[in-house]
């Protein structure tokens, strides 16, 4: 089955820094890759996502990166907000299903 | 708001009792999906659902656990017999087959099992 991996777990930024998440899967068949942000006590909520056709994408102060070759994809955040303090994960589908990766812990300090 | 709902948003009940969650996706989406979160970790696949039909069924998904979407509308989750290891948070999410991906989210059943 799938192997997601994230890196880092956790990461501090300074307001109006850029942060970077990584995330590595196995599977080759994955053809399509979110990345959900959850809010303590919060749903996950679908941020930005990308299709294996496309390289890069972006939305507003949001990017996602694919690198099908290797098999990872990146979350990047520009100008950080304190409100972006959250836990983010990807969740690279195989089939049907999202397959979680165990998330990385955003703090974004004023 | 996605416009997933799911009830209740909590539950405590007592170890070997049966419970039972329902889960309301966004009209138009014809998908739908249990997840099951526990604290510090990402959501894990349950099963899905296209329409009526129960298409996928995760390992971890025991015997104890039935899920149905009898109109291919809401749909039910059950646990028979609960075990202080089925303490999580129960996700429910939606999506449309018209060559769309994304798959929204509810807020989740919280289940406690003392």
């Known amino acids: 089955g799938e192997n997601v991996e994230q890196h880092p777990s956790t990461l501090s930024v300074q307001e109006g820094d850029s942060a970077v998440i990584k995330c590595t899967y196995s599977?080759?068949?994955?053809?399509?890759f979110p990345w959900y942000k959850q809010e303590l006590g919060k749903r996950p909520q679908l941020i930005i996502d990308?299709?294996?056709?496309?390289g890069e994408k972006k939305d507003q102060r949001i990017a996602v990166t694919l690198n099908k070759t290797a098999k990872h994809f990146s979350l990047h955040i520009t100008e950080t907000q304190p409100e972006d303090s959250a836990v983010y994960f990807c969740?690279?589908?195989?089939?049907?299903?999202?397959?979680f990766g165990k998330g990385t812990t955003l703090s974004v300090s004023s | 708001d996605t416009g997933v709902s799911q009830n209740p948003r909590h539950k405590i009940t007592k170890r070997g009792q049966n419970v039972t969650f329902r889960c309301d996706p966004i009209?138009?989406?014809?998908?739908l999906y249990w997840y099951r979160q526990t604290l510090g970790q990402g959501p894990e696949f349950l099963t899905y659902?296209?329409?009526?039909?129960?298409?996928?069924k995760s390992r971890l998904l025991s015997d104890r656990f039935s899920a149905e979407r009898p109109k291919g509308s809401f749909s039910t989750l059950e646990i028979q017999r609960t075990e202080q290891g089925d303490s999580a948070m129960y996700l429910c999410?939606?999506?449309?087959?018209?060559?769309?991906?994304?798959?929204?989210f509810g807020p989740g059943t919280r289940l406690t099992v003392t």
């Open positions: 999410a939606s999506s449309s087959d018209r060559g769309q991906y994304e798959q929204y």
């Open positions: 599977d080759s068949a994955s053809n399509y």
């Open positions: 990308i299709r294996s056709n496309v």
């Open positions: 969740a690279p589908q195989a089939g049907t299903a999202l397959i």
């Open positions: 009209s138009e989406h014809n998908r």
């Open positions: 659902f296209q329409n009526e039909a129960q298409l996928e």
